[in-house]
T-cell receptor, first 115, second 111 residues
Framework: DTAVSQTPKYLVTQMGNDKSIKCEQN?????MYWYKQDSKKFLKIMFS???????INETVPNRFSPKSPDKAHLNLHINSLELGDSAVYFC??????????????FGPGTRLTVL | DAKTTQPPSMDCAEGRAANLPCNHS???????VYWYRQIHSQGPQYIIH???NNETNEMASLIITEDRKSSTLILPHATLRDTAVYYC????????????FGQGTRLTINP
């Protein structure tokens, strides 16, 4: 009964390939996020979707394209992978209330290694 | 969102209270203080949040100074499983939150 799940857990691929990471939440939340944690351990937000609508889009190369088929899923597709894309990617979800949201639930992460 | 400053590392003996400080001198009136932690290789985990008043839940207590320029997270009886990086974040609660994680404090609980 995992709250936020990600697949795959590990992803090793060659430069130039295209890959996707999937995220699913079973908490009934309306907002989902993607964060990137680089080798220096800094955790930065990339995207956020609310009810399948993109609402946060940080300065991320357009090789990264999030896709939200429904409220429970937010997938991350990466084209033309580069060495610098190697990182741990975390998905998160929250319920945005009228008065604000107070907790994001994070998935276990996907460790992407680009060779 | 206001910038926060935390010590890079702290140690605490198992069973003792761990007090983690955070400075947020530029916090605005309606920004909340949030604490998350990240245990090695896992996703961040929410701990507690507050605006003005001190808060307590089953995990920790949060003490916010009257001027709201600093706060302290208290783990009352630290265990080895509390070893993690702790992040203090100042953020507006409206809408989807863009949590800005700083370097955090690496807390090591020693047996």
């Amino acid at each position: 009964d995992t709250a936020v799940s990600q697949t795959p857990k590990y992803l090793v691929t060659q430069m130039g390939n295209d890959k996707s990471i999937k995220c699913e939440q079973n908490l009934g939340h309306d907002t989902m996020y993607w964060y990137k944690q680089d080798s220096k351990k800094f955790l930065k937000i990339m995207f956020s979707y609310n009810n399948k609508e993109l609402i946060i889009n940080e300065t991320v190369p357009n090789r990264f394209s999030p896709k939200s088929p429904d409220k429970a899923h937010l997938n991350l597709h990466i084209n033309s992978l580069e060495l610098g894309d190697s990182a741990v990617y975390f998905c998160a979800s929250s319920q945005v209330l009228l008065a604000g949201t107070h907790e994001q639930f994070f998935g276990p992460g996907t460790r992407l290694t680009v060779l | 969102d206001a910038k926060t400053t935390q010590p890079p590392s702290m140690d605490c003996a198992e069973g003792r209270a761990a007090n983690l400080p955070c400075n947020h001198s530029t916090i605005s009136g309606n920004e909340y203080v949030y604490w998350y932690r990240q245990i090695h290789s896992q996703g961040p985990q929410y701990i507690i949040h507050g605006l003005k008043n001190n808060e307590t839940n089953e995990m920790a207590s949060l003490i916010i100074t009257e001027d709201r320029k600093s706060s302290t997270l208290i783990l009352p009886h630290a265990t080895l499983r509390d070893t993690a990086v702790y992040y203090c974040i100042a953020s507006f609660p409206q809408g989807a939150q863009k949590l800005v994680f700083g370097q955090g404090t690496r807390l090591t609980i020693n047996p």
